[in-house]
């Protein structure tokens, strides 16, 4: 290692163990000089002014979802404080209901009912102004999209509708008065929002998500009154909303209106050379900023797979020509030459994120400080949202600290000093075995990596080859990155363990990482005691198709994991020039990637390249040429040719030393297989915990509701 390193290990040992530290890597954080950033980046350091009020840089997070809001508001505000701490000017909520008329539950967003809403929301402003960061609040009545299982209030739409989703309800025609109440209850929560401590105030028309976008909808609203027909009516209550909000708050607070341009409709939808344009062109000057994107949800927060970096650009770059107010856009943005770009070249005020302020909240800060290597990027996976669309806390592939800011105390920066002098040698380098290593290594402990292969990550290094999983990499160069500027972190490659070969070690502590398999008997959800195979017939697993292997001839692919792994294989095969079929027993291709957003794109890309597909069956046997398939309801039996047959339906721990000596620690897949989100996250909390082993029951703090009894 450079010299430099060997001082940073010395400044480090002189340390007080009391004192939490930052990135080891990093001698400023040790030294306390602070480091200058690039002045090519003091254009994105520029205040921004938001009608009252003022952004101290232009890093906007934009509202997104995060699987906390009002069911575990500690949380969530504890996670929005820790954006603010990271330097994003301005940090926004998801969307808030503003009335039971639109009551998302299950889902777990923000709420400003009444006024005992208001400390909940109030919590989470305190944090965010404690960094000098601006508050911003989406309010949203969601109508149609908002079928109201707790409130049981009969939905609201511009005009007699079924709600989203299948349940058999339908949303009823606004009169006069409903739009009326409307728009006094938009009024009453931005009142609420201000009492709140918000510093920026959402007027909601984007991803078709809100009444308001739906009274702008052609084919939502097919109203004949003064609210239907022209865009000059269907913006009616979108203008109504925006100068009630601006009369009742906007002299102490910035005014947002966040739309989608171009809903990838067509002549249907708004598009951005049509309705789209023509709406900001109607309003250009009205709001204090605005923040466009496209529709709907799965578009706009469209995963690297399928759309990369700045994708958003060509729909919105129109949009400042129109306006002198602010404009925020997203495109997944985590270069800073590229944020400088868009500055500069007059397309956007401010760099709006959501996805990238998850992987790394301190994003900014790094920018700011000339630690530009050190950005966590976002891989584009959408595990983010899968948190949020299961009900449950948002979790992220990157940054295993999202969501356990308030839960376990976890910093994305911070982590407390080793405990001891203890040494650690971890086998596997992998997403787990690489991610204990950063953090124990940030900690201040030795620690050994030893790695079989010749190369760093494991599966991710694999996955990341498959079609569009590119960005997938980024997991693996962050931490190699890191783990190189650690005088006191070793890697070795191609450097198999055994039990022998362990008694060399005898002085460390010994954490198995070695990661997990593909089963080649088809045991799974649909087979728990695997699938007939006669002797004579090729069967090959994920790992073989890694490794190389490509069938001769037409091949099935049987998906009974559920996830990316089947159809991302399937369309390997397919554009290698083979003939695919792909077989799952659920009755859509990758059916858990509706919880990523990309469920739709992928059964579209498969249909598009010639891969066939046999959904609602399950494999039942596999011989020589063809495979036998059960349809799961029926039981009807049929044959399909095929000289070879790719099984992805569970994965076994890779635990051999494991099981030589069950005295050593496993961890990640070694354990148990799952994401690669929870691999990471597996490798964090062994670092965090090591030296200072749980004793609770229950690991973590939790948001109780105390009842008072009268």
Known sequence: MVTSRALAVELYEKISDHII??????????????????????????????????AKNRFFQVPHCNGMGRSFPSSMAEMRRTKAEGGWAVVCTEEIEI????????????????DTDIPVLAKMC?????????????????????????????????????????????????????????????????????????????????HQLSTISHFLSRYRNRRSDHYGGSLENRARLLKEILADTKDAVGHTCGIAIRFAVDELKGSMGFTSTGEGYDLIEMLAEEPDLWDVNISSWEHDSATSRFKQSGY????????????????????????????????????????????????????????????????????????????????????????PTMGEEWRRGWHPERINPKTSNERVLIIGAGPTGLEAAR?????????????????LGGRVVKESRLPGFGEWGRVIAYREYQIRQMANVDVYLESEMSSD?????????????????????????????????????KTYTPDDIFKGYRPDGPVVVFDDDHFYMGGAIAELLRKSGCEVTLVTPASEISSYTTKTLEQHAIQKKLLEIGVSLEMSHNLKSVRSSSAELECIYTGRKKEI????????????????????????????????????????YSGHLYAREFGNPTINEVPFRRELINLSMG
């Open 21 to 54: 530290i930052l990135e080891q890597n990093s001698l400023e954080l040790l030294t306390g000089k602070p480091m200058a950033r690039h002045s090519r980046y003091d254009i994105l350091f520029e205040p921004v002014k938001i009608g009252p009020v003022t």
């Open 99 to 114: 009335h039971p008329s639109g009551d998302h539950s299950p889902w777990a967003g923000g709420r400003l009912w009444d």
């Open 439 to 455: 953090a124990l290594g940030q900690r201040g402990y030795n620690v050994v990596v030893a790695e079989r292969s010749t190369e």
């Open 126 to 206: 305190d944090g965010i102004h404690e960094f000098g960061s601006l508050a911003g609040a989406e309010l949203n009545h969601a109508g149609q999209m908002s079928p109201n299982r707790y409130s049981r209030s009969v939905p609201l739409s511009p005009s007699h509708i079924p709600v989203a989703g299948h349940e058999p309800l339908q949303a009823r025609e606004m009169d006069l008065q409903d739009i009326k109440n409307l728009r006094k209850w938009h009024r009453d929560a931005a009142i609420r929002a201000v009492n709140a401590g918000f510093d920026i105030v959402y007027v909601y028309a984007g």
């Open 312 to 399: 958003q650009d060509d729909y919105v770059s129109f949009v400042k020509k129109i306006t002198s107010k602010p404009v925020v856009g997203v495109g997944r943005y985590t270069s800073p030459d590229a944020m400088v770009s868009l500055v500069k070249s007059g397309q956007l005020d401010m760099i709006g994120a959501a996805r990238p302020s998850i992987a790394d909240p301190f994003l900014p800060k790094k920018i700011e400080e000339g630690r530009v290597e050190d950005i966590r990027e976002c891989i584009g996976c959408n595990i983010c949202v899968s948190g949020d669309e299961s009900y449950v806390p948002i979790r992220c592939t990157q940054n």
């Open 501 to 537: 070969t362990l008694t060399e070690f005898e002085d460390h502590h010994i954490v198995v990482a070695t990661g997990s398999k593909w089963v080649n008997d088809g045991i799974g959800r649909e087979n728990p005691l695997g699938i007939k195979i006669n002797k004579d017939t």
């Open 641 to 680: 040719e095929c000289s070879a047959t790719i099984l992805v339906t569970m994965r076994i721990p890779v635990d051999d030393l494991w099981k030589s000596n069950p005295k050593l620690d496993r961890i990640g897949d070694a354990m148990g297989p799952s994401t690669i989100a929870a691999a990471i």
